[in-house]
């Protein structure tokens, strides 16, 4: 292979019938353009299927620190052994991105907060723990000790690979909507649900996967009548508010909920109230 452009002293870019990015340490050190790439130092390989994305990682591996990048590479590494999955090849960009601008911020003392912290904590467990991985990572490679609501930003990123998806736009969305959800059911029934309970944790669980499965077209279980009856005659208050969190869902979503699943939010909603 020989070396089409030189990015810096550890990133180069090569064509051999695709175009390719080289990563590894001193792999562009004296080199020039037309050099044979020393095959010894290669210690990653990117390709990028769409040429914008291409770009745009091009210019990340030339402006951002090399240290940052290296982070980064080490946080997607042990994500996807320790998740046992292949990432989405977008995270190289989204995540590199997003946290050498997060350190940068860090540096100068200016703090992010995360309003769906407690949801990521709940819904993306693994993707949290390594989350939590990476800030001690951070913190022993360049010393910024990185906040709990940052662990949880890198859980969204991590999550969103996971799902093949190129952007956070579903994530987001969808642990947005389940908070909402939460505060629904607390204005509504003047109530504090505790987000360490078991209660709570299944509540959200459930909503995750009933808009996972909505968003996917796929079936949602309906409910036995006579199981409903006892329902609206024993919860009438969790019926109601189950009611206005499905007709919330439904505008958030545009898809028609059966009335099965309002029996299953009751129960969750239920639960919660006599705990």
Wanted: proline residues 1%; hydrophobic residues 40%; negative net charge.
């Amino acid at each position: 292979m020989r070396i089409k452009k030189i990015l810096n002293n550890n990133v180069v870019v090569v064509n051999d019938g695709q175009e390719k990015i080289l990563m590894g340490l001193g792999i562009g050190f004296q080199k020039k353009v037309n050099d044979l790439v020393d095959k010894s130092k290669i210690e990653k390989i990117f390709v990028m299927k769409d040429d914008k994305e291409n770009k745009k990682f091009q210019e990340l591996m030339l402006n951002t620190p090399l240290e940052y990048i290296n982070i980064t590479e080490k946080i997607i590494t042990y994500a996807e052994n320790t998740l046992n999955c292949k990432l989405n090849d977008h995270i190289h960009i989204a995540l590199t991105d997003h946290l050498a601008y997060a350190i940068e911020r860090l540096k100068e003392g200016v703090q992010i907060k995360n309003k769906l912290l407690n949801e990521i904590k709940v819904l993306y467990k693994e993707e949290y723990s390594v989350g939590l991985w990476a800030k001690d990572l951070i913190k022993k490679e360049i010393n910024v000790d990185i906040s709990e609501d940052e662990v949880g930003y890198i859980a969204l990123h991590i999550y969103t690979a996971r799902l093949n998806y190129k952007n956070m736009k579903y994530t987001i969305d969808t642990t947005r909507i389940i908070q909402d959800i939460v505060d629904i059911i607390q204005s509504d029934l003047d109530i504090y649900i505790n987000e360490e309970s078991i209660s709570y944790q299944r509540l959200v669980t459930h909503l995750k996967f009933t808009i996972q499965r909505l968003s996917e077209n796929e079936q949602i279980h309906d409910m036995d009548e006579n199981m409903m009856k006892v329902i609206k005659e024993n919860y009438k208050e969790s019926f109601a508010c189950a009611n206005k969190i499905v007709a919330y869902l439904e505008s958030e979503l545009g898809y028609e909920i059966p009335e099965g699943e309002i029996g299953y939010i009751t129960l969750h909603i239920e639960r919660i109230k006599t705990k």
